[in-house]
């Protein structure tokens, strides 16, 4: 995958002004985490890949790969719940 246009990064960014809070922060502040995450993605994706345990590795698509990380990582930060949470 590539990293996202711009007009998919400024929705990224219109929605994470949306539903969080960003107390002493400005938008441009958000705006550039924004970037900055979405080219570290690009740049760590190899990474990311040898991470994962085979046979997922090598079967899954790389949307799935990329579900599975934003998952894990709105887990992490408490946003995905589960059934009976």
Known sequence: MA??????????????LR????????K????AAVNATDDW???NQTA????????FRTT???VQKTIVFAYVALRRAGL???QGE
């Open 48 to 55: 990311f890949n040898a991470a994962l345990p085979l046979p």
């Open 60 to 62: 899954a698509t790389t």
């Open 28 to 31: 441009a502040d958000v705006s």
């Open 41 to 43: 993605i690009e740049a």
């Open 19 to 26: 539903n969080l809070a960003w107390a002493g922060l400005i």
């Open 3 to 16: 990293v996202l246009d711009a007009p998919n990064r400024f929705q990224v960014f219109a929605h994470v």
């Open 80 to 82: 995905l719940k589960t």
